[in-house]
């Protein structure tokens, strides 16, 4: 798939989910040196346990004499590719871009992690238009072993970065202000011409433009702490998009790139027009023009013959193949008995298991080749059958959260909020969120996640048989009970000094954790 200084990454198909997938494999060099491979380390362990609909997912990593990394392939391309292809982006679609990377950004500051590597190539898209992050947190803690060539190719760092400083969150803020501002130069150089049935549209899309550059202006300050956190920029950048009007699709392409692709070597011969041709040379001209004079009739007939027979073959063999080859019929939304019925052993049918939303378990969802294609007898048809809509990570992070800031965080990664069941928990006040119910860490798209709310501690039980111990053996099966102890000296005609006369509340009753209970002591009798 491509290359940098220090990996290369290749298209792979995982079999055990049977999809597609990126394999990035590190220099060997890397884990001889033991400041980058534990920052490698540690990175990687940060990739494994961050989850966001706007990182890309981590599906498997390891270390050893060849460090790899394991990610899911995304088919929409990169923001890079958009730019190459002059791609036409309104201010409402790269304020949504914007607004999308910035999700992703803020939540990786929240855990104390730095992208360091921000830029168009590592904002990928899916065939959705989804919008994710890659390379995040496999910087290294500062520029001082990054080499020349990673500093020079990198247009994106900021200042900081370039001369050598500690990364920190406010890079990150300079790096994606400047894919904002090149996606507005770029814009305003495609949309320089517009007729006056336009004017309306592009009103309001230059004051989303400007809106955009007023708000990432302060990101470009030398000073770090001039510049907006990723959590600020984040909450204006959804306001632009709330006032701007509806984006379209974005223009995203094949995850391929063609340029990948081996290319034609060059076999262009160079002549002197210039010089004064030689007699030798134009001797062997001569004989070869003579040449292939003569020969050129032989050439023909052969041709002639070789093309006569062909037709003939063709022509005798046209009634054959039109009984041995027959075009493949529309499948979609068949189940697979109804296809074995269709097709009838004419052709090899093979599955492959895949997930859509918006589609059910058990239907075909496409065929290879496609539905027209002529396919001859007994050839291979491979059909695409569907097991539901894709699956959905179920986001961390839900417990202490209220009801609704859980439903919006299942909302986020296209999950419902389903059944909400209380049940006591000594940490999490009442009312909040304890986790999701299910032990599963994904469901597909749509599905609703039950969850635990707390009702607060379990109630305590008064302890019994406390009347005649002292005050110190009550105070301490009390407090062991969760409870309180607070003691009211009181006269009492036959019961010694010291000794527990009674409890308030009385034993057996149940009250919340850390509530008082009084216990009567008694100060013997009156005295007359």
Do not use: C
Not at 36 to 52: A, M, V
Not at 108 to 132: A, Q
């Amino acid at each position: 798939m491509g290359h940098s200084p220090r990996a290369q990454a290749y298209l792979a198909d995982d079999i055990r989910v049977r999809k597609q997938v990126i394999v990035k494999i590190f220099e060997q060099s890397l884990s001889r040196n033991d400041n980058i491979s534990e920052d490698l380390n540690n990175g990687l362990q940060s990739l494994s346990k961050s989850s966001h609909p706007n990182l890309l997912k981590v599906v498997d990593w390891g270390l050893g004499d060849h460090p790899y990394i394991v990610t899911d392939f995304l088919a929409g391309g990169s923001l890079r590719g958009m730019l190459s292809r002059n791609a036409t982006l309104s201010g409402a679609q790269i304020s949504f871009i914007g607004t999308e990377v910035l999700k992703g950004i803020s939540y990786l500051h929240e855990r104390g992690i730095v992208h360091g590597s921000l830029k168009p190539e590592n904002i990928l898209f899916d065939i959705n238009g989804d919008t994710k992050l890659a390379e995040f947190g496999l910087n290294r803690k500062s520029s001082h072993n990054a080499n020349d060539e990673e500093v020079i190719d990198n247009l994106y760092l900021s200042p900081e970065q370039r001369n050598g400083e500690t990364l920190s969150p406010p890079s990150d803020v300079y790096s994606f202000a400047l894919i904002i501002k090149e996606l507005i130069e770029k814009q305003l150089v495609l949309g320089s011409s517009i007729n006056e049935e336009e004017a309306g549209p592009q009103n309001r899309n230059e004051e989303t433009l400007n809106s955009l550059k007023a708000t990432i202006r302060g990101s470009f300050s030398e000073n770090i702490s001039d510049r907006l956190s990723a959590s600020e920029l984040l909450e204006k950048f959804t306001q632009i998009s709330l006032k701007s009007e509806n984006s379209a699709l974005l223009p995203v392409e094949s995850g391929l790139n063609p340029d990948f692709f081996n290319q034609v070597p060059d076999q262009t011969e160079l002549f002197d027009t210039v010089g004064k041709p030689n007699l030798k040379l134009r001797i062997k001209h001569t004989v070869l023009y003579l040449k292939a004079r003569i020969t050129r009739w032989v050439w023909l007939l052969l041709m002639g013959v070789l093309v006569t027979g062909m037709i003939i073959i063709i022509n005798e063999n046209d009634n054959e193949e039109d009984i041995l080859s027959s075009p493949v019929p529309e499948v979609s939304g068949l189940t697979v008995e109804k296809l074995f019925e269709q097709v009838d052993g004419f052709w090899v049918l093979k599955e492959a298991l895949t997930r859509q939303d918006g589609s059910q378990a058990g239907e075909i969802l496409k065929t290879i080749p496609i539905e027209g294609t002529d396919l001859g007898e007994g050839e291979v048809l491979t059909y695409f059958l569907s097991l539901g809509p894709e699956l959905r990570t179920i986001p961390n992070g839900l417990a202490g959260l209220t009801v609704v800031e859980a439903e919006s965080a299942l909302l986020g990664v296209r999950l419902q909020l389903g059944e909400v069941s209380e049940v006591s928990n000594e940490n999490i006040a009442a009312g909040l969120v304890i986790g999701p119910s299910t032990l599963m860490d994904e469901l597909p798209t749509g599905t609703e996640v039950d969850i635990d709310i707390s009702s607060g501690p379990e109630l305590r039980t008064v302890p019994s048989g406390l009347v005649g111990d002292t005050f110190e053996l009550a105070e301490t099966a009390i407090v062991l009970e969760g409870l309180q102890a607070q003691v009211i000296e009181v006269f009492h005609p036959n019961i010694g000094v010291g000794k527990v006369i009674g409890l308030d509340p009385e034993s057996g009753t149940q009250i919340p954790r850390d509530a008082i209970v009084n216990i009567l002591v008694s100060k013997g009798p009156v005295n007359d």
